[in-house]
């Protein structure tokens, strides 16, 4: 628990700075910027507990909704992410709109 | 005049309109160009020279094609590969390696004091290759670490025998498998650690290692510091790194990251069955295929009409040793024989080079395919697998002599 806490702090550090386009090639992990979108700030505050947000669009050009579904639920049920059913729902929406292949 | 990007597509165009079947280019392979998604950039690990940045945390960085051309890869270019966040800077002083397990006779622990002065030194070469090496190379494409080809390299690793190691904590009659736990660690309490197993006789191995030593230097923290594994001719999954117990196991490890990945189709692939591990759908990923690398030139590149030319290259396998590296200048009907260069043992790759005809202008379609002793060879059509393991397809280069 306490190590979830120290990670959220991260998550909130590593979005502060974000200062880069996200044309631009990051050159840390504290300039990724995720696409402005609704849900940006919930997703990438889950995702970045465990992971660098660089893995988002890195997949992006193989994923769909129903592959971040998969990924979503392996996140959860397999890695332990800490996200409820409607949390899981909007970085669903989020990502399917913003980071897939068509 | 043709640009590169124009000989790229008018490869693909050609393979399409021939229908046959897709191999992996040149330019594709060298990495940054193509795979990835469009967020690779090369930066700089404390300690490593740039590196093709796939991920940031858990670090995850690739070899450039360049620094692949060399026999042995330097440490300092070598890839990095981690799944988990949380990676602490071993202290070697304080470090020791755990022994122990239900079919351990004698429980132990070791200081890299200990290993260094007890048991007998033993260096082999071997190349150590991520098992999703190429995955951003896959068509149709699938998730994972988008991978182009230097998930791989070559290196010298010295340390003891694992079965050395064993033998002295006593192996009981019924073991079965041996666990290896690193140093690294999950961010969260929920997250599976990262183990691995090992059949037992592939533990008992004489070519198993726990090594201190790569390329003659103590071994680079992101290559697992201060002691790994090293289990030539094994995709590099089971490398553990940061190595802190070792368990001799009467049943099956049921940890994730051998029942929830790194598994391959059951039978789909040739090589070494581990059968402890084995279900009727699926089955742990094991030995490497049979692949092959050109390093020089790329795909594109522009030769001067007359001038001196080479193919160079590397071909591996998973230990049986590499036969002959076979080339094709007239879309895979007649083939020659590349020269093999010096062979640095059955584990390393093994150079190849061919003398390229630069006599007459015109284009050149080179197909390069590498054969094992195993009876393999390099495949023109990729086995579909849902993580994207064991890309060895036949490169393809296209050249152009003007």
Redesign the interface.
């Known amino acids: 628990m306490r190590r979830h806490s120290a990670a959220l702090a991260l998550a909130a550090v590593a979005l502060g700075t974000a200062a880069v386009l996200a044309d631009e090639t990051p050159r840390d992990e504290s300039s990724i910027q995720l696409r402005e979108a609704p849900g940006r700030e919930l997703t990438a505050a889950h995702c970045v507990i465990c992971h660098s947000l660089d893995y988002i669009p890195m997949n992006a050009p193989v994923m769909d909704a129903g592959s971040w579904k998969k990924t979503i639920q392996k996140m959860r049920e397999r890695f332990g992410a800490p996200l409820t059913d409607d949390e899981a729902s909007a970085v669903l929406g989020y990502l399917s709109s913003n980071y897939s292949h068509r | 005049m043709i640009t590169r990007r124009g000989m790229t597509l008018g490869l693909t165009g050609y393979w399409l309109s021939a229908g046959v079947p897709r191999v992996a280019r040149a330019d594709e392979l060298g990495g940054a160009a193509t795979a990835?998604?469009?967020?690779?950039?090369l930066?700089a690990l404390p300690g490593k020279k740039p590196l093709i940045?796939?991920?940031?945390?858990?670090p995850n960085y690739e070899t450039p094609l360049a620094d692949l051309a060399q026999p042995f890869t330097r440490n300092e270019a070598f890839f990095v590969r981690y799944h988990l966040?949380v990676i602490p800077e071993v202290d070697v002083a304080s470090w020791r390696l755990r022994i122990g397990g239900k079919s351990t006779q004698r429980p132990l622990v070791l200081s890299l004091e200990n290993l260094r002065r007890e048991f007998k030194r033993v260096s082999i070469a071997a190349v150590a290759q991520c098992s999703g090496n190429r995955r951003g190379l896959f068509m149709p494409?699938?998730?994972?670490?988008?991978w182009g080809s230097g998930a791989t390299g070559n290196a010298l690793w010295s340390g003891v025998r694992l079965r050395d190691i064993l033998q002295r904590a006593g192996v009981g009659a019924d073991a079965l498998e041996v666990v290896f736990n690193g140093a690294d660690a999950?961010?969260?309490?929920?997250?599976?650690d990262y183990l691995k197993s090992l059949p037992i006789d592939r533990a008992l191995d004489e070519n198993t290692l726990v090594a201190f030593e790569m390329n003659d230097r103590p071994l680079p923290h992101w290559n697992g510091a201060p002691a790994r594994l090293v289990v030539p001719g094994w995709t590099a999954t089971y490398w553990m790194k940061h190595l802190t117990e070792i368990r001799i196991e009467p049943t099956p490890y049921d940890g994730?990251w051998m029942k929830?990945a790194y598994r391959i189709p059951t039978g789909a692939f040739p090589g070494r069955r581990f059968a402890s591990q084995e279900n009727p759908e699926t089955t742990p990923i094991t030995e490497i295929m049979v692949n092959s690398l050109i390093t020089s030139p790329v795909s594109g590149e522009r030769l001067r009409r007359g001038a001196h030319a080479e193919l160079a290259g590397k071909a591996w396998d998973n230990g049986a040793g590499i036969d002959s590296v076979a080339i094709s200048t007239d879309g895979q009907r007649t083939w020659r024989e590349a020269t093999l260069g010096r062979d640095l043992g059955r584990f390393a790759w093994r150079e190849f080079r061919w003398r390229i005809d630069t006599s007459s202008a015109g284009m050149i379609h080179i197909t390069t395919r590498a054969h094992s002793r195993n009876g393999t060879s390099q495949p023109a059509k990729l086995t579909p697998n849902p993580s994207g393991y064991h890309h060895n397809l036949m490169q393809e280069l296209m050249l152009e002599v003007a």
Request: glycine share 20%.
């Open positions: 990835g998604g469009g967020t690779e950039a930066i940045k796939r991920a940031f945390r858990p966040a494409r699938v998730p994972g670490v988008q999950p961010v969260l309490g929920a997250t599976p994730f929830g």
